[in-house]
C-alpha cells in the first residue's frame, strides 16, 4: 500500500495519522531497522584498524599537540 491508497477514503485525520504512524502500513519502520542493522553490521573499528594494518599505524601520530613544557612556579 502506497501513499495515494491510504489517502483514498473517507476517514478521518487523526485515523489515517494513527494508522500510518502506529499501523505502518508502508513498512518504514522495518526498512529503517534492516538500513540500520547493515549500517551498524559495516562499521569498522578505526583504532583496531589502524593497529591491525602497519601501513596504517605509520601514519598515526600519538598527539596533534605538541607536548607541555613543564612550567615553574613559585612558592613563597
Known sequence: ???PQ???GDRDEAALISDVVIA???GLAA???RAL???VD???N???ASLA????LGRSVPSSMPPRKPTQTSRS
Request: hydrophobic letters at 35%; charged letters at 50%.
Open 24 to 26: 505502518d502500513p508502508l
Open 53 to 56: 594494518d602497519p601501513k596504517r
Open 31 to 33: 526498512e529503517r531497522e
Open 37 to 39: 542493522a547493515a549500517h
Open 1 to 3: 500500500m502506497r501513499i
Open 46 to 48: 578505526d583504532w583496531a
Open 42 to 44: 559495516s562499521d569498522e
Open 6 to 8: 491510504i489517502l483514498d
